[in-house]
């Protein structure tokens, strides 16, 4: 593998985990709790969608294909995606949805503070543009779930649940592959280190919502990889539908 395809695929794996956690999080659009909500679950989704757009324009150019932004997010099927899968894992309830964005967003935010300052000019941009957006959805889910643990006792029993069910898939968010030993001079982050730094934070967290980490060694890995769950299946189906059945069709 080469230094550009290392990039090429390494980006990928940030497309599409935007992309799925974008169509994930646009099933909430008229389904919010309050109006407030709806909206800015919907416009979580959106920064979502542009992310995802902005690194698959930028994986383009190395890649050495003729190919674009709309052929990766709707031409390929779920073995060839590289995202990782907390973004496909069902939504849920309220609380299961905010701990995904939560747990996601804590990640998402160390790696693009590292990428931010990153000798590799396409990685330093994708870095700093994603970082604002990416703050904003740790301080918004985690706000949530703070108030959910501190609400009632059925509340606070669903955020106990959502982190029981999610947590399964966070050993995934720090797996690693040649890509990331090829591209290790410009991604700035190791990836051990920054696990350790991830999870102090959601501890203390989850410490101030009256939680304690689940100690289940059981965890589900493989998105970069390439070996998903069945639910992206599904997502892709709904997500794809049109240009499968209209191949080419423009607006």
């Known amino acids: 593998m080469t230094t550009d395809q290392a990039r090429y695929q390494y980006l990928l794996r940030f497309a599409d985990t935007s992309l799925v956690m974008a169509q994930r999080l646009a099933e909430w659009c008229s389904r919010g709790p309050i109006l407030e909500e709806d909206l800015a679950l919907t416009n979580i989704s959106l920064d979502y969608f542009g992310q995802a757009e902005a690194f698959y324009n930028t994986a383009i150019p190395f890649g050495g294909k003729q ?7 709707f031409r390929r099927s779920e073995r060839e995606y590289f995202n990782f899968l907390i973004a496909e894992a069902d939504n849920g309830d309220y609380a299961r949805t905010m701990m995904k964005i939560y747990l996601l967003s804590v990640y ?31 301080r918004h889910s985690s706000a949530w779930l ?15 649940q959502a982190l029981q069910d999610v947590w399964s898939y966070t050993d995934d968010l720090f797996s690693t592959d040649v890509c990331d030993e090829l591209l290790s001079g410009e991604l700035n982050y190791e990836i051990t280190a920054m696990k350790h730094v991830w999870l102090a934070e959601v501890e203390e967290f989850m410490k101030q919502c009256g939680f304690v980490l689940p100690q289940t060694t059981y ?14 299946g599904h997502v892709l189906c709904e997500m794809q539908y049109l ?4 191949p080419n069709a423009k607006w």
């Not at 703070?146 to 106990?160: C, I, K, M, P």
């Not at 965890?219 to 992206?232: D, N, R, V, Y």
């Not at 240009?243 to 209209?246: E, L, M």
């Open 67 to 73: 190919e674009t932004a709309d052929d990766l997010a």
């Open 243 to 246: 240009q499968r059945a209209y």
């Open 108 to 138: 998402l935010e160390k790696i693009y503070t590292a990428l931010s300052t990153s000798s590799q000019p396409e990685l330093n941009m994708l870095g700093v543009k994603s970082l604002k957006e990416i703050m904003y959805h740790k």
């Open 219 to 232: 965890q589900i890995q493989g998105g970069i990889k390439q070996m998903h769950t069945e639910a992206l």
């Open 146 to 160: 703070f108030r959910l643990a501190h609400g009632t006792a059925e509340s606070a029993s669903r955020v106990q």
